[in-house]
């Protein structure tokens, strides 16, 4: 039996985590190429691609807080801010020249507005507003976390340890990463996120497209976020039937 945690309302967390993985596994060879370019990362391709793939298994770690899953189910309730959680995770977890994109990702994929908002610049903060810390900077899992990492200690130890300060470490590193650097680099780094960004979200997106509030309302909903939906649905679809090159 699935823990009961979930991802969105009807659909369990484990659920959409899997989806997003079997979508990576069609997305990322298009992509695998350019993104060693334009990320000049020197690590051997199984690094590579596990950098890739944590980002996907860790992008919604957030959504495992308890205030979290407590106000998913109390329906009238705001929902906490996630990413920056799943983001600082990646921080400290993934090697240098790969955390910076990759956390950066994370970060945004739910705002698209690069350095703008809290998620960079006060995630600490917000996390603390928003209740999802304790009095002590500790991040408060829901009790069923336990059970869906019991498999990998290690990796639950390390989810465990994470606190405010874990997030306002990430938010301070992202920041010196994108601004601390000349023009052209900077240039450069945005190309590296906004591409970890585009796989990320062509995944996770087209993993949830069965979700309700994703339906069309009305023949006069024209702009609706299925239309998104549907279109990035088509767009990885189509990727199933098109060999990447080389």
């Given at each position: 039996?699935?823990?009961?945690?979930?991802?969105?309302?009807?659909?369990?967390?484990?659920?959409?985590?899997?989806?997003?993985?079997?979508?990576?596994?069609?997305?990322?060879?298009?992509?695998?190429?350019?993104?060693?370019?334009?990320?000049?990362?020197?690590?051997?391709?199984?690094?590579?691609?596990s950098a890739f793939v944590q980002m996907i298994r860790f992008h919604d770690l957030g959504k495992l807080t308890k205030q979290?899953?407590?106000?998913?189910?109390?329906?009238?309730?705001?929902?906490?801010?996630?990413?920056?959680?799943?983001?600082?995770?990646l921080y400290e977890i993934l090697p240098t020249g790969l955390k910076e994109p990759l956390s950066f990702a994370v970060a945004?994929?739910?705002?698209?507005?690069?350095?703008?908002?809290?998620?960079?610049?006060?995630?600490?903060?917000?996390?603390?507003?928003?209740?999802?810390?304790?009095?002590?900077?500790?991040?408060?899992?829901?009790?069923?976390?336990?059970?869906?990492?019991?498999?990998?200690?290690?990796?639950?130890?390390?989810?465990?340890?994470?606190?405010?300060?874990?997030?306002?470490?990430?938010?301070?590193?992202?920041?010196i990463w994108a601004r601390g650097c000349n023009l052209l680099e900077q240039h450069r780094r945005r190309l590296q996120a906004?591409?970890?960004?585009?796989?990320?979200?062509?995944?996770?997106?087209?993993?949830?497209?069965?979700?309700?509030?994703?339906?069309?309302?009305?023949?006069?909903?024209?702009?609706?976020?299925?239309?998104?939906?549907?279109?990035?649905?088509?767009?990885?679809?189509?990727?199933?039937?098109?060999?990447?090159?080389?």
């Amino acid at each position: 039996m699935l823990p009961q945690l979930y991802s969105a309302p009807n659909e369990h967390y484990e659920v959409h985590i899997s989806r997003c993985l079997e979508k990576f596994d069609l997305v990322f060879p298009h992509f695998e190429k350019s993104a060693k370019r334009i990320l000049s990362v020197v690590s051997d391709d199984d690094t590579f691609k596990s950098a890739f793939v944590q980002m996907i298994r860790f992008h919604d770690l957030g959504k495992l807080t308890k205030q979290w899953q407590n106000n998913l189910s109390s329906k009238n309730k705001k929902l906490p801010s996630h990413a920056t959680v799943g983001a600082a995770f990646l921080y400290e977890i993934l090697p240098t020249g790969l955390k910076e994109p990759l956390s950066f990702a994370v970060a945004i994929h739910h705002t698209d507005r690069g350095l703008l908002g809290d998620n960079i610049e006060k995630p600490d903060v917000q996390a603390i507003l928003e209740n999802i810390t304790d009095s002590a900077g500790h991040i408060i899992w829901h009790e069923e976390m336990c059970e869906l990492f019991a498999e990998n200690s290690a990796e639950k130890k390390k989810i465990e340890q994470l606190t405010v300060y874990s997030l306002k470490n990430m938010a301070r590193g992202l920041r010196i990463w994108a601004r601390g650097c000349n023009l052209l680099e900077q240039h450069r780094r945005r190309l590296q996120a906004a591409l970890s960004h585009h796989i990320l979200k062509l995944c996770d997106v087209s993993a949830a497209n069965e979700r309700k509030e994703y339906e069309k309302q009305s023949d006069q909903d024209y702009f609706g976020g299925w239309l998104m939906v549907e279109n990035i649905r088509d767009y990885v679809e189509k990727l199933r039937n098109k060999l990447p090159e080389g």
